[in-house]
């Protein structure tokens, strides 16, 4: 027979951010628990909401299995020392206790010792408090006089094995005492107070909806956003999709009640940018989208309760907190558009971007001349991103994004076109930050990407020139992203960009002492773009081991034209001839690197034609020569799918050459130039990718 397991910890308020993580982490602590000690289940399911942390894990057995462990000990006749120690670890007083057997290989002593399955119930008790202590919470409390932290106040504990109450409890330390396990739970603070039991998960789940609670995460969120979207339709607008912000209120709200309501029409002429981080920050709102996808003057807000008024008194209430904050954001709107972006620069001086790099006055310059650069490269208008470069930092000490941080960039466009620059150099401004993470648009401007480009590759030879490089799980500077955010600048844009004069380029604008030399920071950087290549191109579906054997072969600062190597690499080895080809050229080195060995010589030497004895060498000696004379020319005019096929004819050639050719021949001259005949099968495939990085 198998039982139902529920587990409810119920508390106050959870910070929003915490709660989903928090329930997967329980999930995760109380399973591996369950499994160590022996006990399978079929289901295990994690829920959480602003009050409440739960858990139930379906398919338990009454008690977990009888075990029969056996220890192997030392030969008969062994050591008194070696048994001594044998029956110690063992947990034995005599060789009485053990038994002997024959091996095939000796008679050994062995310890064998039968454990008798636990009631689970006896399991579970204990494996509350347990897991309860090794929740990871980002941030925990004490309160009263207790010596326990939990995130929060804890109340009570739901602890049902089998519809049965669990014997045990939680001790909170101090004079707080202990909370016993239950089966009584609360629902909604305000619209159901009082307590219920519970005896089963499908009962918790019901007496909560009655209680107006929606316990299920995903059923809140769904919920939210089909009445958001209902209330917006209503009059004729759109819901203008948060997904961050949809999983933050569902996490402040137990049974959610969608109002929508109006923004004072003087406040329209803010940015909506502005107004929609002011309202998603500070008040958790949702904005509204007209027909041209405009933001309209309303708000749409999820409250926690229901009112017999039907929201009126909640959203008044709102309005009227909105109405202030909206004022200040007005306010340092109009004060911003006072002052002339180039005005601000002095003060960039005042801010230290890092202390051994500078401040952001000098970083601008820096990024101005390398953003100039950069356009010349790709064609765009250098004036111009060196225009924007210049500006492009301005708006960070500028009233709105000191309120607001999340729009730097954004209201630097802003500024700009207010003081007549053109929409290019505006744009650049506002997008010189992105790509911000892989669901982020990517510039398509030339001059937008120039500064894009410059911005992040000034930060990225920065930090590597002193050493700052991302370790482990650790990138406090954002590198990796910045890293990716170039890689997709290039190859999104087919941008033949030679990176590492950029990163030259860029180092030299680095006037301090104490940095590394260009070349090791080239080299580093060069290796860091690899490994971020990977990422991209493994999502892509794309090994990482053909991203290796492409780079090395140098010239990786050219994404674009490696890209093209890779993919038609990865073409080239997924086909028969190209499988086929690698296990010969595998097979070809490992025969070369063993006999180079013996003799302590190298057969990168030209084939004698003369010595080639018979018809099968002779074919294989000419079909190398014609592909090579093939490939070239193809590679040089990066026609890599035609350089793959080029290579793909020497499979017959191959195939048949290690069918009827002894390489080891007696003659010793005849043998040399077999081994040569096969390090120039080598080579020749090496001059399109290191065929040895290639695995299988």
């Avoid at 096929?645 to 077999?674: C, H, I, Q, S, Y």
Wanted: aromatic share 6%; with cysteine; glycine share 8%.
């Amino acid at each position: 027979m198998t039982n139902e397991f529920l587990v409810e910890f119920f508390s106050e308020e959870i910070p929003a951010r915490m709660q989903a993580r928090a329930a997967e982490d329980l999930k995760r602590l109380v399973t591996e628990r369950l499994t160590a000690n022996g006990l399978t289940f079929t289901k295990a399911e994690a829920h959480s909401t602003p009050r409440r942390l739960a858990l139930v894990v379906d398919g338990l057995p009454e008690r977990t299995a009888d075990v029969r462990e056996e220890k192997k000990g030392p030969r008969v006749g062994s050591p008194e020392q070696a048994v001594a120690g044998f029956l110690k670890s063992a947990g034995l007083t005599s060789l009485d206790q053990c038994e002997q057997r024959d091996t095939g290989k000796g008679v050994f002593y062995f310890a064998v010792a039968e454990k008798k399955g636990r009631e689970t119930a006896g399991v579970l008790a204990e494996l509350i408090p347990a897991v309860m202590a090794e929740l990871p919470w980002p941030k925990s409390m004490r309160w009263g006089t207790g010596t326990v932290r939990w995130v929060r106040p804890l109340h009570s504990i739901v602890a049902v094995f089998g519809g049965r109450v669990l014997d045990g409890g939680f001790d909170l330390g101090g004079t707080q005492g202990r909370i016993a396990f239950g089966n009584a739970t609360r629902g909604h603070r305000f619209l159901a107070p009082d307590a219920f039991t519970v005896e089963s998960f499908a009962d918790y789940q019901e007496k909560l909806r009655a209680a107006k609670v929606v316990l299920d995460r995903e059923e809140r969120k769904a919920k939210i956003k089909a009445d958001a979207e209902a209330l917006a339709a209503k009059e004729g607008l759109t819901l203008s999709p948060d997904d961050a912000l949809l999983e933050e209120v569902a996490g402040l709200v137990e049974w959610p009640v969608v109002l929508i309501g109006s923004i004072d029409e003087s406040f329209m002429d803010v940015p909506s940018e502005v107004l929609i981080t002011s309202m998603r920050t500070h008040q958790k709102y949702f904005a509204a989208l007209d027909k041209a996808g405009t933001m309209a003057p309303r708000f749409i807000v999820v409250a926690n309760t229901e009112t017999v008024d039907g929201g009126k008194a909640v959203v008044a209430g709102n309005e009227r907190v909105l109405r202030a904050r909206l004022s200040d954001a007005k306010f340092f709107w109009d004060q911003d558009r006072k002052t002339k972006l180039e005005a601000r620069l002095p003060a960039l001086e005042k801010i230290t971007f890092h202390a051994k790099l500078g401040t952001v006055a000098e970083k601008v310059a820096r990024v101005q001349a390398l953003a100039a650069g950069i356009a010349r490269t790709i064609g765009a208008d250098a004036d111009a991103a060196s225009r924007a470069a210049l500006l492009s930092k301005a708006d960070l000490v500028s009233e709105v994004v000191g309120e607001f941080p999340e729009v730097q960039g954004i209201m630097g466009r802003y500024y700009a076109l207010g003081q007549g620059e053109s929409a290019e150099v505006a744009d650049a401004i506002a997008n010189h930050y992105k790509p911000l993470g892989p669901s982020d648009s990517c510039p398509t401007a030339p001059v937008s990407v120039a500064v894009a480009l410059a911005d992040k590759i000034d930060t990225l030879v920065g930090f590597f020139a002193i050493d700052e490089k991302p370790t482990g799980s650790k990138d406090p500077y954002a590198l990796r992203r910045a890293a990716l955010g170039v890689i997709r600048l290039v190859l999104e844009n087919g941008l033949r960009l030679p990176l590492s004069a950029v990163f030259a380029a860029a180092h030299g604008a680095y006037t301090a002492g104490g940095f590394a030399p260009v070349a090791a920071v080239s080299g580093d950087l060069t290796a860091f773009f690899a490994d971020r290549l990977k990422v991209v191109l493994r999502e892509q579906g794309v090994r990482h081991d053909l991203v290796d054997a492409v780079f090395a072969l140098g010239g990786g600062d050219d994404l674009v034209r490696l890209l093209a190597r890779v993919k038609a690499l990865q073409a080239f080895v997924g086909s028969d001839e190209g499988a086929n080809l690698l296990a010969a050229y595998k097979r070809a080195s490992n025969i070369v690197r063993i006999e180079e060995k013996k003799d302590g010589a190298s057969f990168d030497q030209p084939v004698d034609a003369a010595r080639l004895a018979v018809p099968e060498e002779q074919a294989l000696a000419a079909a190398l020569n014609g592909a090579s004379a093939t490939a070239k020319p193809l590679l040089d005019a990066e026609d890599f799918a035609g350089t793959m096929a080029a290579l793909a004819a020497l499979r017959g050639p191959v195939d048949a050459f290690f069918e009827k050719v002894t390489v080891n021949a007696e003659d010793k001259d005849l043998r040399v130039n077999r081994l040569r005949l096969l390090t120039q099968i080598r080579t020749t495939l090496n001059a399109v990718a290191d065929f040895s990085k290639i695995e299988g």
